[in-house]
């Protein structure tokens, strides 16, 4: 039985990394309308920030910080230097444009840092233990983390004017410009939110794991089932669609292996998806 609710545990931590990274790519596509394949490698470019700083000053909320303003920062750019010139064009070619986005990126990283694994260096405690459950006190600081980070994120969409304006472009661009709300400013803003939710995610997974330049790559694929699961565009659909994923993933290890259980996720969205082909949470549409 403890081994069961361990699972549970590692699968809820797995699912909210999943749900931020899926989070940054269904904000993406509710606002900019296309799927950004860069995701992964932003995720990677804030770990190896935040796991530098933290290298550097001893202190990985430093290095988390660091990590996430990286984030942001990397969003901008590259939305002035790409995506900006690309506004207009096929959700194809901006997909495209990001698979390009995600090689540099990747090429980049691995330049500097090289290839080899990488950790975080971490204090050694004790896991706590509840009715023989062993809790790590590091898994309930990421949970904390992602929690403050969502309810950043929530409140940026929904209590400032940047976020009314980024869910009037979301709903309906032409209307939203006639209303005179400037589409470079929502632009910038998505791009640097969804930076930093990338980065955070990257940091966290690099936390639970270690840190390589194709880190990113391998959580790209669960983070676009968990968006499209959730209802692509709907911001709420990512999480939770990420943590049962997570933990689907987690709760199957035992049974199929650590190689084969990413394939179980993809049995999931497959089985809703053919129920509901708009994912769990509703119309395909921009997020609300």
């Not at 880190?215 to 983070?223: I, K, N, Q, S, T």
């Not at 692509?232 to 997570?246: D, E, K, S």
């Not at 053919?274 to 549409?285: H, I, K, Q």
Request: with cysteine; hydrophobic share 55%; glycine share 12%.
């Amino acid at each position: 039985m403890s081994a069961f609710a361990e699972l549970i545990i590692g699968g809820l931590m797995s699912g909210l990394v999943v749900g931020l990274a899926a989070l940054a790519i269904t904000l993406v596509f509710g606002i900019a309308r296309f799927a950004n394949a860069g995701t992964g490698d932003m995720m990677t470019a804030g770990a190896y920030v935040a796991l530098s700083v933290s290298g550097a000053t001893g202190s990985i909320i430093v290095g988390g910080l660091v990590g996430a303003l990286a984030g942001a920062a990397i969003g901008v750019v590259i939305y002035a230097l790409i995506f900006r010139k690309l506004a207009g064009r096929s959700s194809v070619a901006n997909l495209l444009a990001s698979i390009g986005v995600a090689f540099v990126i990747r090429a980049i990283v691995g330049l500097i840092f090289e290839h080899q694994q990488q950790v975080f260096q971490l204090p050694l405690v004790r896991p706590w233990r509840i009715f023989d459950i062993r809790l790590r006190p590091t898994d309930l600081n990421l949970a904390i983390v992602a929690a403050l980070t969502l309810t950043t994120v929530f409140l940026i969409l929904y209590a400032t004017p940047i976020g009314r304006r980024m869910r009037a472009v979301a709903d309906d661009p032409s209307l939203a410009r006639i209303s005179g709300i400037s589409p470079t400013r929502v632009m910038i803003a998505l791009w640097a939110l969804a930076g930093s939710v990338s980065a955070v995610a990257g940091t966290m997974y690099g936390i639970k794991t270690v840190v390589t330049p194709e880190m990113g790559w391998d959580m790209l694929l669960p983070a676009f089932a968990a968006a499209i699961l959730g209802g692509i565009g709907h911001p709420v659909g990512a999480i939770c669609a990420g943590i049962l994923l997570g933990t689907v993933q987690e709760m199957t290890t035992p049974f199929v292996g650590f190689t084969y259980k990413l394939a179980i996720s993809f049995v999931v969205l497959l089985m809703v998806l053919l129920l509901r082909p708009s994912g769990l949470f509703g119309r395909m549409e921009g997020a609300r």
